[in-house]
Structure formats: structure tokens, C-alpha cells
Nanobody
Framework: EVQFVESGGGLVQTGGSLRLSCAAS????????IGWFRQAPGKEREGVAC????????VYADSVSGRFTGSRDNAKNTVFLQMNSLKPEDTAVYYCAANTMRRRCGAIRVYEYDYWGQGTLVTVSS
């Protein structure tokens, strides 16, 4: 059974930082690009970052570019999202998932991803 487990969310003030982790099991982790997504109340799930399987390249949504950094440790089957300069609009449940259609990140499309975790809540206070 494939499982993704996110952790590291919490309450932080505007301008603060958090580091999210996503631990995977049940799949050959190094074969998959891994995406980070978020969903705020009443809004659709949106992609924020992707870390490629093939060359480790990354793609970011415009809204987080320059503030968020994705990375992965294939030896530990874990992907990370370092979030700096957080804003109230970053408040959401954050999810990770595996791209089942490509190994190298392109546009971060929700339908390309599977094996969703349960999410971790990030709240940024103003």
C-alpha cells in the first residue's frame, strides 16, 4: 500500500518560516516527481511546488516562487518544503502526492498526481 504522510504544519506569524516534510512508503520513491499542493477553505486545490525524479529540478507556482524551496532525500523517501516569508494567504492544508504521469516536473496539474497524504495545516496569522 502506498502512503504519503505530511508533517510540520502549525501556526506561524506573518514573515515566519515552516518546514514541511512528506514521508512516502510502498513505492519506488526515486522514480516519481513529487508535488506539493495546498487547499484553503472554499478554494480548489492548487499546486505550489514540484521536485523532479529524474534530475531533481524544481517548479514553483508564481505565488510562492522565491519564498518556498522544495527538496528531496531519496535515501529517506522524504520530500521537504521550506516555506519562508509566509503570508496570511499561504494559510491552507498542504498535501504531497506522486506524479504518476511524468518523472520531470512541468506545470503542476492536480490530475497528474496520486497517492495523496492526509495533509498538514499551515496557519499564518497577520
Amino acid at each position: 500500500e502506498v502512503q504519503f504522510v505530511e508533517s510540520g504544519g502549525g501556526l506561524v506569524q506573518t514573515g515566519g518560516s515552516l518546514r514541511l516534510s512528506c514521508a512516502a512508503s510502498g513505492l519506488t520513491f526515486g522514480d516519481y516527481a513529487i508535488g506539493w499542493f495546498r487547499q484553503a477553505p472554499g478554494k480548489e486545490r492548487e499546486g505550489v511546488a514540484c521536485v523532479s525524479a529524474s534530475d531533481g529540478s524544481k517548479v514553483y507556482a508564481d505565488s510562492v516562487s522565491g519564498r518556498f524551496t522544495g527538496s528531496r532525500d531519496n535515501a529517506k523517501n522524504t520530500v521537504f518544503l521550506q516555506m519562508n516569508s509566509l503570508k496570511p494567504e499561504d494559510t491552507a492544508v498542504y498535501y504531497c502526492a506522486a506524479n504518476t504521469m511524468r518523472r520531470r516536473c512541468g506545470a503542476i496539474r492536480v490530475y497528474e498526481y496520486d497517492y495523496w497524504g492526509q495533509g498538514t495545516l499551515v496557519t499564518v496569522s497577520s
